[in-house]
């Protein structure tokens, strides 16, 4: 059973950065893929950012410019760099691991999710 830990979650004033990471516990299979979806009380679980399958990595229209998503050193380890964060960033942060063939941005392929790490932004 595949598990993800996430880190990095805080309260930080507007304008401020923070770096999520994501650490997957294992994985049998060589081509997935990874992303962080975020969420807020009431509303959908919207995508943040995507790394596929081939390593291609992809991040929502509203943090383009400002998100960066990388894969770390270690195997099945993401990092989602979030500069000049604003208040509606403000949200819970889903890290989500997803076995091949897998869609990146279709929320239904991901079968493993973290906990959540709560990033809040004033």
């Known amino acids: 059973h595949v598990q993800l830990v996430e880190s990095g979650g805080d309260s930080v004033q507007a304008g401020g950065s923070l770096t999520l990471s994501c650490t997957a516990s294992e994985s049998t299979y060589r081509s997935i893929c990874m992303a962080w979806f975020r969420q807020v009380p009431g509303s959908q679980r919207e995508t943040v950012a995507t790394v596929d399958s081939n390593g291609v990595t992809k991040v929502a229209g509203s943090v383009k410019g400002r998100f960066t998503l990388s894969q770390g050193n270690a195997k099945y380890t993401l990092h989602l760099q979030m500069n000049a964060l604003k208040p509606e960033d403000t949200a819970m942060y889903y890290c989500?691991?997803?076995?091949?063939?897998?869609?990146?941005?279709?929320?239904?392929?991901?079968?493993?999710w973290g906990q959540g790490t709560q990033v809040t932004v004033s």
């Open positions: 989500a691991l997803a076995r091949p063939p897998c869609r990146p941005t279709r929320l239904d392929d991901y079968g493993y």
